[in-house]
């Protein structure tokens, strides 16, 4: 079992940047081969992948055509945390963003995929 801490939502207007940060429990999971990466989901719709990658050497990170030369994750082995660095953010950005996880060599594009997820961190985008 993985407990996945998220942490580094808020308020910002359009334009600005946020940083999420999602802890892993099990030591050592980030140098690990995992899949991990962010997920979100806005009122009404389904949850979809934002960016994901194989942590192992960070490989093939995946990121939703909507987050695409926006958005950047990363890792720091030491911390044992991802992270996702938001920039130039929308209005259409606004959701819960989720941490997930999985002991898999491929990503899922999908949530079943995953089998581990946090809590949640809200990230409010205004205009």
């Known amino acids: 079992q993985v407990e996945l801490v998220e942490s580094g939502g808020g308020s910002v207007q359009t334009g600005g940047s946020l940083r999420l940060s999602c802890r892993a429990s099990?030591?050592?999971?980030?140098?690990?081969?995992?899949?991990m990466g962010w997920f979100r989901q806005a009122p009404g719709k389904e949850r979809e992948r934002v960016a994901t990658?194989?942590?192992?050497?960070?490989?093939?990170?995946t990121y939703h055509d909507s987050a695409k030369g926006r958005f950047i994750i990363s890792k720091d082995d030491a911390e044992n945390t991802v992270y996702l660095q938001m920039n130039s953010l929308k209005p259409e950005d606004t959701a819960m963003y989720y941490c997930?996880?999985?002991?898999?060599?491929?990503?899922?594009?999908?949530?079943?995929?995953?089998?581990?997820w946090g809590q949640g961190t809200q990230v409010t985008v205004s205009s």
């Open positions: 997930a996880a999985a002991p898999f060599l491929y990503c899922s594009d999908y949530e079943g995929g995953y089998d581990y």
């Open positions: 099990a030591p050592g999971y980030t140098a690990k081969g995992n899949c």
């Open positions: 990658f194989y942590t192992y050497k960070a490989q093939r990170p």
